[in-house]
């Protein structure tokens, strides 16, 4: 029992996160279930999980921009990203931000247990419901691509996603420990890098990069 690899299970959704917990539990030390990417950062620090499960649309902080800074805390963990989301280019950023494995909530059970036996053994996972339009798509990137999400700091990418959530300049100074006129400079900056001129704009820029939930 003490061998066996440590997952955290993240996702918002209560129901999913039990669930995920009850099918892996029998091969796997499921040591935490979290409902935002903030705690997820804050378990994986502390618990050091081989694997982590990961929703990507999660509150706080999404699960990519989680991932990433856990990544970087902890470079050997396995992500599994586990979403509704089909896109390939939204598999492919995840890939980029170090996922081992993508796949969809509406595989079979069986799916998600093997991907966590692969990722498990150092290999990837990919859906197959996904797999051949994401390598098309990454056939088609070109190193020299530069979109605005990658103008965007880390902090910046936290700023505009508690932003886009409807938290006000306070609410997302106290979320980050920073003071309220730090955040406003951080709203600057996000404005003029994204061409915005309005919150709504802001809004529907952290829609189409995945930072909020449709």
């Not at 051949?132 to 530069?146: S, Y």
């Not at 965007?152 to 300049?169: A, C, I, N």
Request: glycine share 4%.
């Amino acid at each position: 029992m003490e061998n066996r690899p440590k997952i955290i299970v993240a996702d918002d959704h209560t129901l999913v996160a039990e669930a995920c917990k009850k099918l892996l539990e029998a091969e796997y030390d499921v040591v935490a279930t979290v409902g935002d990417g903030r705690a997820l950062v804050r378990s994986a620090v502390i618990l050091k999980p081989q694997v982590i499960v990961v929703d990507i649309s999660m509150p706080l902080l999404n699960g990519l921009d989680a991932g990433q800074q856990i990544k970087k805390l902890l470079p050997s963990v396995k992500l599994v990203y586990l979403t509704m989301n089909q896109d390939a280019d939204l598999a492919a950023e995840a890939f980029r931000y170090g996922a081992s494995a993508y796949l969809l909530k509406t595989c079979a059970a069986s799916e998600l247990t093997m991907a966590v036996r692969e990722v498990v053994k150092g290999k990837s996972y990919l859906s197959p419901a996904i797999a051949k339009d994401t390598v098309d798509f990454l056939l088609k990137q070109g190193e020299d691509t530069h979109e605005e999400a990658e103008q965007l700091t880390e902090r910046q990418r936290e700023v505009l996603q508690l932003l886009g959530e409807g938290k006000s300049m306070k609410e997302v100074a106290s979320v980050l420990n920073l003071t309220t006129r730090t955040v406003a400079f951080h709203k600057y900056r996000i404005m003029e890098a994204l061409h915005a001129h309005s919150n709504a704009e802001l809004v529907r820029y952290a829609i189409k990069k995945h930072f909020l939930a449709a």
